[in-house]
């Protein structure tokens, strides 16, 4: 059977409608999918990210960039709505992937999915660890150092980053419909404090901030003028993540054809208009190049400094210090449910790739009481966390922002294909003007790729890389729908493909490096070079075999 070979819509279908102990609980409605999606969507990357996004590239033009983020979120949701409602099973794009592509292509949107997920949860983890210490600080409580950070960063352990994920872990293995209730709960308090933000802020709006709205080029590509909005469209793309994740939940919907398409737009809309009117206040209270050089919560408590009235000197006297302090306890709720959500969608992914047999059997095993799997969310509880604690969180924001927007490109894909292929199937939700809607999401996901940094790039190529090798030594060879590695039709094209990748490695490697000059560190150059080569040496030595044309 070839590595190309599409999972049956027919075999899909009977997984939906499986019930009994030893399958997931249906206990989620359309408002609980709603609020599954801004669990995901709504965090810290609001605050922060978009005061530098708006200082180094956009300037007041950053509520075009959250537009054009929108836009490419909106033609992706609208695949995904389609997909979900014909397929409510687990497993997301993978699982969309298999069904119209082909087993190949599946693993690889499938192992990509682990980027955003498995490690963004992980990453997450280790801010929220840096945001309590933050905050409880405020309050003269102040941690051990060598306990809030990891061995890389000087410290020992980041015992804050293990607590919540394990907590998050805990409350996923205690049941859905109790995780979906203190989801609820989080985003409630998130919206509360954003809305808040927004509204105490709107009275202090100086229109001259926002003159001039699209600052001049500087001279440099990204920095201002269209550019720098489409720069900072792929920076603030980050903060969208996590809509997509509702999909994962399809198989705990209690009606997936009429809820799913309700989660999935449902939470981006009502997050694109928050994070407009969120960006819209925070550059109107006061110029956006005060917020140059600022990270963490610092452009939002800039932006709360300016909501006064200025005294005699000139100097402005906030009206509401309290606010700052509001905002940190909506990051550290936002990033718990954040985390949440990313663990549940991690779980459901390879529950479903578990269930095809690409991965051991243990990922999809339910535990009959509480009707999740637990053993699954046990091992990723124990995985993330000794990540989130000896590993420092570098550059995964982007790393993450590029595998979902490859996520996002394959479901525009996938949906063209299953009209053409498959025009006959019943839809609950059918995304309109195909083929324009996907061919937009394929554009301007692949249009906010190119505009990622290079070393994102690079470590993109070198986690796909390691997933060819477990595809190739274990996911071919217990496929459900194949019959062994060694006689499978197609192997050719996956190792053509391991071999285009590892080539590609090398250009990126070497591109990279002369943008930041070969002066620098080569690390990064090093790296890419010994992966590829690596590489070329097992994908190269089995070309000669021959296939079977079973």
Known sequence: MSLFVKKPMDALMNEA?????????????????????????????????????????????????????????????????????????????????????????AWIIGWDLVLEYAVGAATVGISWSRYLVKFLAGFDIHLPESLTVGPWDGGIINLPAVFIIVLMSLLLMKGTKES??????????????????????????NNDNYHPYIPDNSGSFGYFGFSGIVRAAAIVFFAYIGFDAVSTAAQEAKNPKRDMPWGILGSLAIC???????????????????????DGIAPVAIAIDHMGTADAAG?????????????????????????????????????????????PRIFSAVNPKTQTPAKSNLLFMVFVSLFAAFVPARVVGEMTS?????????????????????????????????PLVPILGIFVCLFMMVFLPMDTWIRLLVWMLIGMDIYLVYGAKHSNLGNGTNNRKGMKVARYTGLALSALLIVVGFLHQYTVGFDTDRTLLYISLAFAVVHFGVFGRKLGRDESES
Not at 180 to 205: D, E, M, P, R, T
Request: hydrophobic letters at 55%; proline letters at 3%.
């Open 180 to 205: 979906a209730f203190v989801n609820s709960i989080i985003v409630g308090l998130k919206i509360a404090v954003v809305l808040v933000f927004i509204f105490l802020g709107w009275k202090y709006i």
């Open 17 to 105: 409608q499986e019930t009994g102990s030893h399958t997931l609980k249906r206990t989620l409605g359309a408002g609980g999918l709603i609020a599954l999606g801004i669990g995901a969507i709504i965090g810290a990357g609001l605050f922060s990210i978009t005061g530098m996004a708006a200082a180094n590239h956009a300037g007041p033009a950053i509520t075009i960039s959250f537009v054009v983020a929108a836009l490419g979120c909106l033609f992706a949701g609208l695949c995904y709505a389609e997909f979900a409602s014909m397929i409510p099973v687990a497993g997301s794009a993978y699982t969309y992937s298999y069904a119209t592509m082909g087993e190949f292509i």
């Open 272 to 294: 694109t208009v928050l994070y407009i009117l969120f960006a819209h206040v925070m550059t109107g209270v006061t110029s956006y190049t005060t917020f140059a050089g600022k």
């Open 315 to 359: 100097v402005i006297m906030p009206d509401y210090p309290w606010l700052n302090r509001a905002i940190v306890v909506a990051i550290l709720a936002g990033y718990a449910s954040v985390i949440l959500v990313m663990l549940m969608g991690q779980s459901r992914v390879f529950f479903s790739m578990s269930k095809d047999g690409l991965i």
């Open 402 to 434: 590029i595998g979902t927007l490859f996520a996002f490109i394959l479901v525009c894909i996938g949906v063209w294909v299953m009209r053409k292929k498959m025009p006959e199937l019943p839809r609950a939700f059918k995304t309109p003007l195909v």
